[in-house]
Nanobody
Framework: QVQLVESGGGLVQAGGSLRLSCAASGRTVSTYAMAWFRQCPGKEREIVAAITWNGGTTYFADSVEGRFTISRDNAKNSVYLQMNNLTPEDTAVYYC?????????????????WGQGTQVTVSS
């Protein structure tokens, strides 16, 4: 069983940056693909970014491409989301997810473990 805990959310002004962290426990996720999803107010949860088990391949939603970076540190059993040039449209609850497979997927039903989420609010 894998437990995921997100941190780093908060309130930031438009144009600012935040770095989200996701710490895994229970077992190593070094062979798992990881992803960040978000749920904006009034919308369904959507993928933001994903990364393969070794960090060799990453995926970004069109809406965050060029602004967000996903990375991982398998020695720390953690994954990160660096968010730059934030806009009010990025306001959402951000979730960390783990998939018990090496290669990432873009749909939430392909992920096996989820964190509780961390709120990101971007003011204009």
């Amino acid at each position: 069983q894998v437990q995921l805990v997100e941190s780093g959310g908060g309130l930031v002004q438009a144009g600012g940056s935040l770095r989200l962290s996701c710490a895994a426990s229970g077992r190593t996720v070094s062979t798992y693909a990881m992803a960040w999803f978000r749920q904006c107010p009034g919308k369904e949860r959507e993928i933001v970014a994903a990364i393969t088990w070794n960090g060799g391949t990453t995926y970004f939603a069109d809406s965050v491409e060029g602004r967000f970076t996903i990375s991982r540190d398998n020695a720390k059993n953690s994954v990160y989301l660096q968010m730059n040039n934030l806009t009010p449209e990025d306001t959402a609850v951000y979730y960390c997810a783990a998939r018990s497979a090496m290669f990432a997927a873009t749909t939430e039903n392909r992920y096996d473990y989820w964190g509780q989420g961390t709120q990101v609010t971007v003011s204009s």
